[in-house]
């Protein structure tokens, strides 16, 4: 369910419910890594730095502006799309697995 659609249906708690799992997938997957976003690429940016993340995050998943993470350390590139469907290019399997983990942590899915 969209934001918009979702205030308008009295639906928001729902919503929010859902759209906290993705922030705290995003979390849990870069903590303790330093990471750039694509539109202000001269900021690096800890995965300590919640509130930083959710600010590019949140936007992304309310399909306002989409994300385009760059993880520096472990090559990982995460690119927001519409519907909740983001892209994760990853550099090996080992990663794949560890996302994997967090996702079914949250309540979400990865397809490989």
């Given at each position: 369910?969209?934001?918009?659609?979702?205030?308008?249906?009295g639906?928001?708690?729902?919503?929010?419910?859902?759209?906290?799992?993705?922030?705290?997938?995003?979390?849990?997957?870069?903590?303790g890594?330093?990471?750039?976003?694509?539109?202000?690429?001269?900021?690096?940016?800890?995965?300590?730095?919640?509130?930083?993340?959710?600010?590019?995050?949140?936007?992304s998943?309310?399909?306002?502006?989409?994300?385009?993470?760059?993880?520096?350390?472990?090559?990982?590139?995460?690119?927001?799309g519409y519907?909740r469907t983001?892209?994760l290019l990853?550099?090996?399997?080992?990663?794949?697995?560890?996302?994997n983990?967090?996702a079914?942590?949250?309540?979400?899915f990865?397809?490989?």
């Amino acid at each position: 369910m969209f934001y918009d659609l979702a205030k308008e249906s009295g639906s928001i708690a729902s919503y929010l419910e859902q759209e906290e799992r993705f922030v705290r997938f995003y979390a849990d997957l870069l903590t303790g890594e330093d990471w750039l976003d694509a539109s202000s690429p001269e900021l690096l940016r800890s995965g300590l730095d919640e509130r930083a993340l959710e600010q590019v995050v949140r936007p992304s998943i309310r399909e306002q502006k989409l994300m385009d993470i760059y993880v520096c350390d472990r090559r990982l590139r995460i690119i927001g799309g519409y519907d909740r469907t983001d892209l994760l290019l990853f550099q090996d399997d080992a990663m794949i697995a560890n996302a994997n983990d967090i996702a079914r942590k949250r309540g979400l899915f990865l397809l490989a």
